[in-house]
Nanobody, 120 residues
Framework: VQLVESGGGSVQAGGSLTLSCAAP???????MAWFRQRPGKEREGVAW???????SVADSLKGRFTISKDNAKNTLYLQMNSLKPEDTAMYYC?????????????????WGQGTQVTVS
């Protein structure tokens, strides 16, 4: 499975961005998630979308970030609002051939190349 992220860019603090992840044939029946890696830090989980439709967002990002998917379009989304400079990171889409979503990045089977988000 080839995952392709898009939608990153530069935005001022308080702004919004929507990231997309094209995942042909993968969104239905599988877990998909967003991770990010901030400068000098380890990769961290941002949001998860399970096969049964359940979603979750990292506690520190709740209220600002929303994950969703469109199975018909085989696309995963991450809506990011009220962006802060500390949200600056490379954002990655990940997929796992399972209905549940693990928290740890090493448990994922497929990754996109990442899309850069810079908040100033």
């Amino acid at each position: 499975v080839q995952l392709v992220e898009s939608g990153g860019g530069s935005v001022q603090a308080g702004g919004s961005l929507t990231l997309s992840c094209a995942a042909p044939g993968h969104t239905y029946g599988n877990c998909m998630a967003w991770f990010r890696q901030r400068p000098g830090k380890e990769r961290e989980g941002v949001a998860w979308s399970e096969a049964n439709g359940g979603t979750s967002v990292a506690d520190s990002l709740k209220g600002r970030f929303t994950i969703s998917k469109d199975n018909a379009k085989n696309t995963l989304y991450l809506q990011m609002n009220s962006l802060k400079p500390e949200d600056t990171a490379m954002y990655y889409c990940a997929g796992k051939y399972a209905g549940y979503c693990p928290l740890r990045s090493y448990e994922y089977n497929y990754w996109g190349q990442g899309t850069q988000v810079t908040v100033s």
